[in-house]
């Protein structure tokens, strides 16, 4: 509605008559974090309406609000400039709100045409008609130049392949609003521009897009519109063709400097840690780890910074050992690294502190003492049992070094917020004595405060001669923690810079690497 | 239309053959016992004997079925046998004793077809209970039916003070008798109980592959989060599957409680594990989304040959146990190896494609 008020500021993007879907003041709180703070989105008819933001700046998270999936803590949604709530991702579909998700979601035991297919089957008299969705499937594919058999398993089909099957499926509903969450991830320079004709098919019929990615250059190709996130807040909304790619950057990285952490100077011993051609092969053909080399001096830092697929997890769970499946030389010390389980990396000298920390480095049911001795149960036997005051001993120690806010050492561990959990994830691997420290995301979902913690405990283990690697997604963070930081994309590092010559346009440009619109990149990998 | 698939090779290979045996294993472990029986006696053979093991297998094959629908969704339903002895005391109890209602001064005797409507309706309802306790209270599947493996069977007991109902004729001035039908009848010779278990492997069938509902079964087996992403109803399907189960289950009550013509309450104890066992053996992955009703009633044939066989042979029934708990990890860990090998196969097909 137009607003006589004087006072308002001019909207920069106009003509409210074609927007389809609006979400207003939208606000999604989850325990310890707000995801989206108030954020307002509105999404054009017949245009590609692209959103953008750093990992963790809310995107996914008002997709899947969008998509039925997740309910808004506060604001509203209107389709045609009614109000709609939908409560499951059926409501959406029936509102003609077709999703296309980030991370697959599909049946790896059914056929391509049952996925395409799946919870909207063709039927003639309640029984499937499986050679009119068949036939159908086939034109649905052959629409995305896609050779694709449709009865083939669609777990034996490559990732690129199952994506394709993907969009398919969303094509085959009667979407009016179809919302892509990085659908080209997995896709190669000519089935990337294969569905950018599907989109400008799609946009002549009126369909909205709304189209996240990570690829910059992508979006000014494809997108009309652009809104872009930060920490939850929508920070810009502007037509596309008035941006540019550095104008992205700015608004997603954000101006204000890390005031909270800083790193401390101090002497870099020898190589500690050299890590040879270490690849890991993907399920579906390419790598997840392709070659990388690299690295670690003692008393280092070291950070690893790339988007989420990038194989940073995965290089830190290899050098963890939980990737037996990985090749390449590993040498600590000098000396070759033959242990391949946990266990036997544990008594080598790598800890890893897990990215999930509630999944992969609590035991939920136990309280804080036993999830900290855990890895270190052996250290506190006498004979074949464990001495409780050897135990208690430990757990004192690690929470007054580690000042983890505890009432008891026997408290459960779900008592505790976040950043003290996460403490205690560090305290189990610091009590196996390790030579170095993998930290994957050790600040992620935990408030500010316990951050600046977290990172003082990294400066003082570094100055202890530990090495760290230090896996984030958080830009300022790795800039102001690091001795030196990689970036990866693809699986393989593209970009190496020292803590001078660090800035975040670098990082972001070189994460990019493999991603451009015209860049088949390693995606096949290189052998 | 251009082939789709480029054919690397067209000779068939030593692992073609393999993979061939690996997914007909269920049926030639079938014929397999059925020779070696046929060699060992003579009398296995017999019109007779196939008759007598037909009609064992179809209560064990009834159960598999339901479980079969249970096991694709990635669920187990442990309740089975306790539901079967429910519903035989329930039978058995309305035949015997009717509906009595004090304070009308009243007993009623439902004709025998509504006692077999009732029971029927019961079974199905446990079912459709267990599945809403499984997914509006998010409680695993093998605790929610472990409940109900109790409960049924304690009301089982409950129904008589742990006494049988003998005798189940029913009386002609009441209108129910012919109860005992059901399990002695024959239809063109051959048992109404053969005929039940093939007629509803039909319609199990149609619906695991011609019904979206199969559909649905499979998906939410195969990833549960992508089936209710898609607009699969997950918590309706799951009820759906559980209630079949439950059917079945107070089916074979019925046929169990006619054809001794008694309900005692420890009527099909530990008939759930026999029906696991013929589901896995038929090839079906207790984590769900693979299998088929087809490898069900094998395996429900495989174990009942096995049974009969091992015991006109003469082995003991303790060396039987032995026996038959050996072929059901075994066919689990050739099943494992299948899968392995299928993996195999896949990659190194993608790697032939670059």
């Known amino acids: 509605m137009p607003s006589p008020s004087p006072v308002l500021k001019i909207e920069p993007v106009a003509a409210a008559d074609d927007v389809i879907l609006s979400a207003q003041n939208i606000t999604k709180v989850f325990p310890g974090t707000v995801a989206l703070d108030d954020v307002s989105f509105q999404v054009r008819k017949g245009k590609v309406n692209v959103l953008i933001g750093e990992n963790g700046a809310g995107k996914s998270t008002l997709m899947k609000i969008l998509a039925g999936v997740e309910r808004p803590t506060a604001g509203k949604i209107l389709l045609d400039g009614r109000e709609i709530h939908l409560n499951s991702p059926l409501d959406a579909t029936q509102l003609g709100i077709g999703i296309i998700y980030q991370e697959l979601n599909l049946c790896a035991n059914l056929s391509v045409t049952d996925n395409i297919f799946l919870a909207r089957e063709i039927t003639r008299n309640g029984l499937i008609e499986y050679k009119s969705q ?56 000519a089935e990337v521009e294969v569905l950018f004709r599907v989109i400008r098919e799609l946009k002549a019929d009126g369909v909205a897009i709304i189209y996240i990615s990570h690829k910059l250059e992508e979006l000014l190709q494809i997108g009309d519109y652009i809104t872009i996130l930060r920490d939850g807040r929508m920070v810009a909304e502007e037509q596309a063709q008035k941006v540019n790619v550095p104008w992205m950057i700015e608004k997603m990285v954000g101006r204000n400097p890390a005031a909270l952490f800083t790193r401390k100077e101090r002497p870099l011993g020898e190589v500690m840690l050299k890590v040879e051609n270490l690849t890991l092969p993907r399920l579906g053909g390419g790598y997840t780890l392709d070659h990388v080399s690299f690295d670690l001096r003692e008393g280092e830092i070291l950070g690893f910074y790339g988007l989420m697929g990038a194989g940073r997890s995965d290089l830190v769970d290899c050098l963890a050992g939980a990737r037996p499946q990985a090749t390449g030389k590993t040498w600590l010390n000098g000396e070759p690294v033959s242990a391949t389980t946990i266990s036997e990396r544990i008594k080598t000298g790598f800890v890893l502190v897990p990215e999930d920390r509630q999944r992969y480095g ?28 050897r135990e208690k001993a430990a757990a004192d120690q690690q929470i007054k070094e580690l000042s983890i806010r505890v009432a008891s050492a026997q408290q459960p561990i779900t008592a505790l917020s976040g950043g003290n959990q996460q403490k205690v994830v560090v305290a189990k691997g610091m009590l196996t004595r390790p030579k170095i420290l993998l930290l994957d995301e050790p600040t992620r979902g935990i408030d ?25 997604s958080e830009l300022k963070e790795i800039l102001a923690m690091s001795d030196r930081i990689l970036v990866m994309s693809k699986g393989a590092i593209t970009g190496e810079f020292s803590h001078q010559d660090a800035n975040e346009e670098k990082l972001v440009a070189a994460s990019a690497i493999g991603h451009g619109p015209a860049n088949t990149g390693n995606h096949n990998g290189k052998g | 239309m251009k082939s789709v698939q480029m054919k690397t090779k067209s000779r068939i290979t030593k692992s073609d053959v393999q993979q061939y045996l690996l997914r007909g294993r269920a049926f030639i472990a079938l014929i397999l016992v059925v020779v070696v029986f046929s060699y060992l006696t003579p009398a296995f053979l017999t019109t007779e004997n196939i008759v007598i093991i037909f009609k064992q297998v179809a209560i064990r094959a009834l159960l598999a079925i339901g479980m079969t629908f249970v096991i694709l969704t990635g669920g187990i339903d442990l309740s089975v046998g306790s539901v079967v002895g429910m519903i035989a005391m329930v039978a058995g109890g309305l035949i015997n004793q009717g509906i009595n209602l004090p304070q009308f001064g009243v007993i009623i005797y439902p004709h025998t077809w509504m006692i077999i409507v009732i029971s029927l309706a019961l079974g199905t309802l446990t079912g459709a209970f267990v599945g809403f306790i499984i997914t509006r209270f998010n409680v695993a599947p093998f605790i929610a039916t472990l409940g109900m493996f109790y409960v049924a069977r304690g009301v089982a007991g409950l129904l008589n003070n742990g006494y049988t109902f003998p005798n189940l004729v029913g009386r002609a001035e009441y209108g129910n008798t012919g109860f005992e039908i059901l399990g002695s009848g024959n239809f063109l010779g051959i048992n109404y109980s053969i005929w039940l278990m093939m007629g509803f492997a039909l319609v199990a069938y149609i619906m695991t592959t011609r019904l979206p509902f199969g559909r649905h079964v499979y998906a939410i087996g195969g990833n549960e989060l992508a089936a209710e992403l898609s607009g699969v109803r997950v918590a309706r399907t799951k009820i759906l599957v559980y209630s079949i189960s439950g059917f079945c289950s107070a089916l074979v009550g019925l046929i169990v409680a006619s054809q001794l013509v008694a309900a005692h309450p420890m009527t099909g104890d530990a008939y759930e594990l026999t029906a696991i066992a013929a589901v896995v053996l038929g090839g079906t992955s207790l984590s769900g989304g693979r299998g088929s009703i087809g490898g069900t009633l094998i395996g429900a044939f495989v174990i009942g040959v096995l049974n009969t066989g091992l015991v006109m042979v003469g082995v003991s029934s303790f060396w039987q146990k032995v026996i038959t708990g050996s072929v059901i990890v075994l066919a689990v860990i050739i099943d494992q190896v299948q899968a392995r090998m299928q993996e195999q196969i896949a990659l190194q097909k993608q790697q032939d494609i670059k």
Do not use: C, W
């Open chain 1, 448 to 472: 500010v405060g316990a951050k600046s913690e977290i990172f003082e405990i990294m400066n003082r283990l570094a100055a202890h001669k530990y090495s760290v690697i230090f896996v984030s």
């Open chain 1, 134 to 189: 068949k036939q159908r499937a086939r034109e649905l594919v052959s629409k995305l130049e896609q050779k694709i058999d449709p009865d083939q398993l669609l777990g034996d089909l490559r990732i690129g392949e199952q994506q394709i099957v993907e969009i398919a499926k969303a094509l085959a509903q009667d979407v009016r609003i179809l919302i892509m969450d990085e659908p080209t991830s997995a896709l190669s320079a």
């Open chain 1, 362 to 389: 609590l035991v939920q049911a136990l309280s804080v003492m036993d999830n900290m001795l855990l890895a270190s149960l052996k250290n506190y036997l006498r004979g074949a049992f464990l001495v409780s005051k």
